[in-house]
Nanobody
Framework: QVQLVESGGGLVHPGGSLRLSCAAS????????MGWYRQAPGKQRELVAE???????AYADSVKGRFTISRDNAKNTVDLQMNSLKPDDTAVYYCNVRILYVPNKNYWGQGTQVTVSS
C-alpha cells in the first residue's frame, strides 16, 4: 500500500532553518494533495501547508512568509522549507497525501520531530 517516508526533522535554535522531505511510494493517483501537518503536545493536529498536483498552495497563518511547500509530481515527493523558526513551531510534523475525489484515501507518514529551542 501507500507509504510516506519523512526526513529532515531535528533540533534547531530560534531563527534557524530546517527542510523536511517526504517521499510517497505505492499506488498513488496523480490527482492528489500533499501536505504537512503538525501536532504539539496538548494541541490538535493542524494543517501547516499543502500543495495540489497543479501547484495550488495553502498555508497556516502562523507560518506564512516563513515556510514554503514544494513538490515533485514525477517523484511524488513534497518538501517543506522552514525558515525563521520559532519555539512555537515545535511539534511532530506529519506528511499527508489525500487522493482527490476518492473517499477514504488519506495517508499519513510516521511523523518527524521538530524542536526549536535555545
Amino acid at each position: 500500500q501507500v507509504q510516506l517516508v519523512e526526513s529532515g526533522g531535528g533540533l534547531v535554535h530560534p531563527g534557524g532553518s530546517l527542510r523536511l522531505s517526504c517521499a510517497a511510494s505505492g499506488s498513488i493517483f496523480s490527482a492528489n494533495t500533499m501536505g504537512w501537518y503538525r501536532q504539539a503536545p496538548g494541541k490538535q493536529r493542524e494543517l501547516v501547508a499543502e500543495i495540489t498536483s497543479s501547484g495550488y498552495t495553502a498555508y497556516a497563518d502562523s507560518v506564512k512568509g516563513r515556510f514554503t511547500i514544494s513538490r515533485d509530481n514525477a517523484k511524488n515527493t513534497v518538501d517543506l522549507q522552514m525558515n525563521s523558526l520559532k519555539p512555537d513551531d515545535t511539534a511532530v510534523y506529519y506528511c499527508n497525501v489525500r487522493i482527490l475525489y476518492v473517499p477514504n484515501k488519506n495517508y499519513w507518514g510516521q511523523g518527524t520531530q521538530v524542536t526549536v529551542s535555545s
